[in-house]
């Protein structure tokens, strides 16, 4: 299916759970209105059979300032077409809900959202340190508003 | 070790002791630098050229270095690649690990100040040798071969200079 | 000597070993020599790339994402290029994809030399890794003549190339082409009948294709299962609709199969070189990119088959600033070095380190 049939395909399959953002440039890009629709929204996608979306290249979070989001690109190797979708949530209490029983290999992904932001993830069973240093007691660095003693911004030209 | 320590106060006594001395002092460093036997340590970028160097176009076997895997074995530690806050303590490990006399390069931008990563990174040591000291300092990112060669031809010079008495 | 009472006991292989291809540890738990969990522990080069991102212009991005993967910094510079150029519409000369086409090819075949020589080192051969790097340092003169370094290029910009390559670019990548498959064969006459290869190998870490695709694994490792998918062909970006070339698969997925598709691929890749040198036509090198580079706002998932698999660069540009706001990247070696508890349960430690080499795993791709 070509950019526009898949997205038409998604259009009705999801109504009015899913709604067409304008900033995706290449490839269909959605945003998930409801974040509790989250895991069956991947089951479906998963077991559809035009869709078929068994590969999971990325999840990534992002501070916008205002925000976080968190986005979730996916391709399909039958099919080989891709999409992406992600979810928005405020600063507090932003919690995810993991989709590991879909991809297997989303776990190390939320892991690292986790870890670096902040964000909560419901059901993911291996919360602990991955990337910082096992004694890192200074926060979430990936966020906008970090800082630390020995943190050093490149000047501006 | 503490025989040799004083072995040139006493020879100075002698008529033509200082002779000895010296000759003592020319075999124990040229027999030194000619066989630094490196530790493989690599952790970045710089490992690839320093494999690269290790291989058969510039080829490290002819200053008589070659790789050991256990630094009980080596006596001189390349740090090629950038240390991060994590790897830190386990290179401090390494280098206590080894036997005097003991020697360390910092190869590479990254171990000599934090190279591309000073501004920004939250997770980068901005530099190797406020944890362990270092010898000779390599700039370059990654340094060319030839850098590499030169850095371990000044350490054996700086080898050929260490005296009896400061050893120990 | 029934009942005799065993227990099960952790080793460390440390984040400083002789094979771990970088900086990764792992918390083996065993029961005699026999693993029964294995847990990776990463984080040892962990250089927060994509924060320094965030404080970088475009331009400015694309020697620090050199580092994210220094075997084949080619392909980092081009997925980003490709993600900025989706971002602001813009369409790239066709000699600079000529070019970058021939860049990123021969970028390949060093990293499959660098992968081949480190690998039999792993496993106690070290004739292949001084055969291998020779090679190398010929693909490594034909980059410096063009740009000008060995290992971080910073070649492949948004919106083309930087420089042209010199005349004496053509003859000398002929002439390296010209014996490069009879060297390809003398690599295979030192390994692949090797009776202590095959059996060090053979059957050992199987990777089943419907685990594979539900972890994220792909490029060699996957095609080595059976799934025909190489995003060349299926996803094509620049203008490799152009080249004819065939994509190695085989059926089993252990080792030794993986070794067997990287190796026809570095014959591919050389035939890939051939047909772009006959065909690269005149013309500018770069398109017209102003000097304050700010593309309008949006998002953009680009990505490109790389000799580890799939890497791919998430951007989010604001809009009317010149730096980006989130750059995320992803590796093809993070997936791989998460299937790994799944294959070394049963096995013993050797095969850990043959197991590691044959996915070719490299750190900064993991850690960032």
């Known amino acids: ?157 | 070790m503490g025989l040799i320590k004083k072995l040139p106060v006493y020879m100075e006594k002698f008529p033509g002791g200082g002779l000895v001395t010296t000759s003592l002092n020319y075999v124990f460093n040229q027999s030194q630098a000619s066989s630094l036997w490196y530790l493989l340590f690599g952790t970045a970028c710089c490992a690839i050229e320093l494999m690269a160097t290790g291989a058969s176009r510039y080829d490290f076997d002819r200053l008589g270095m070659i790789f050991r895997a256990s630094p009980r074995q080596s006596d001189l530690i390349i740090a090629a690649g950038t240390i991060t806050k994590k790897m830190a303590p386990r290179l401090r490990l390494l280098y206590d690990q080894m036997a005097e006399p003991r020697y360390v390069i910092a190869m590479g931008g990254c171990t000599v100040g934090g190279g591309p990563f000073y501004y920004d990174s939250y997770a980068v040591e901005k530099g190797i040798d406020h944890i362990v000291p270092v010898d000779v300092y390599i700039p370059g990112c990654p340094p060319r071969p030839e850098s590499l060669l030169e850095g371990c031809i000044t350490l054996q010079k700086k080898i050929k200079q260490q005296k009896l008495e400061d050893w120990g | 000597m029934g009942g005799l009472r065993t227990e099960e006991f952790q080793v460390n292989m440390g984040p400083h070993h002789p094979s771990t291809h970088g900086v990764c540890r792992f918390i083996l738990t065993m029961d005699g020599e026999v693993i029964v969990r294995a847990v990776p522990v990463i984080g040892y080069l962990h250089r927060a790339l994509e924060k320094i991102c965030e404080n970088r212009t475009y331009p400015q991005c694309i020697p620090v994402l050199d580092r994210f993967e220094y075997c084949t910094a080619m392909s980092c510079n081009q997925v980003f290029a490709l993600a900025a150029e989706k971002l602001a519409g813009l369409e790239v000369p066709e000699r600079a994809e000529y070019l970058r086409v021939i860049m990123l090819e021969l970028n390949r075949i060093a990293s499959h030399l660098i992968w081949f020589g480190t690998t039999s080192l792993d496993l106690g051969a070290i004739t292949p890794f001084l055969y291998g790097f020779r090679e190398r340092e010929d693909i490594l003169d034909l980059f410096e003549m063009t740009c000008g370094q060995r290992l971080t290029y910073n070649y492949i910009r948004v919106g083309g190339v930087a420089k042209d390559i010199p005349p004496e670019f053509i003859p000398k990548c002929r002439k390296f082409l010209d014996t490069f498959d009879h060297k390809v064969d003398d690599y295979e006459r030192v390994l692949t009948e090797n009776p202590i290869f095959v059996v060090r190998n053979k059957d050992i870490g199987i990777i089943p294709p419907e685990l594979g695709i539900s972890y994220g694994v792909s490029g060699p490792s996957l095609r080595a299962s059976g799934v025909r998918y190489d995003l060349r062909r299926d996803d094509p970006y620049s203008i490799y609709d152009r080249f004819k070339f065939n994509i190695p698969v085989r059926q089993n997925g252990d080792c030794y199969d993986r070794y067997m598709v990287r190796i026809q691929e570095m014959r591919e890749s050389a035939k890939i070189v051939r047909q772009a040198i006959e065909q690269i036509p005149e013309g500018e090198i770069t398109a017209k990119v102003s000097i304050n580079f700010k593309p309008p706002a949006g998002e953009v998932y680009s990505r490109i088959e790389n000799s580890r698999g799939e890497m791919g660069a998430y951007v989010q540009s604001p809009g009317n600033s010149k730096k980006p706001l989130r750059v995320k990247l992803r590796g093809g070696s993070y997936n791989q070095l998460q299937i790994m508890p799944e294959l070394v349960k049963g096995h013993k430690i050797a095969d850990v380190v043959a197991i590691m080499a044959s996915l070719d795993i490299i750190m900064p791709e993991v850690d960032r």
């Not at chain 1, 999801?14 to 067409?20: C, G, V, Y």
Request: charged share 35%; glycine share 6%; aromatic share 14%.
């Open chain 1, 1 to 157: 299916m070509n950019r526009d049939e898949l997205t038409q395909y998604l259009l009705d399959k999801f109504q009015d759970k899913i709604e067409l953002l304008e900033t995706g440039r290449v490839e269909p890009f959605f945003l998930i209105k409801d974040a509790d629709y989250l895991k069956s929204f991947c089951r479906e996608i998963k077991e559809d059979i035009k869709l078929a979306a068994d590969f999971l290249c990325n999840i990534g979070a992002v501070d916008t300032g205002e925000r976080f989001e968190v986005v979730y690109n996916v391709a399909s190797i039958r099919k080989k077409h891709r999409f992406d979708f992600k979810l928005v949530m405020d600063y507090e209490g932003a919690e995810i809900d993991s989709v590991q029983e879909i991809w297997a290999g989303a776990n190390w992904y939320e892991r690292e959202i986790w870890e670096l932001y902040g964000i909560n993830v419901k059901n993911h069973g291996n919360l602990t340190r991955f990337l910082l240093p096992d004694d890192w007691d200074q926060g979430f660095p990936m966020r906008k508003d970090w800082d630390a003693p020995d943190f050093k911004r490149m000047p501006e030209v």
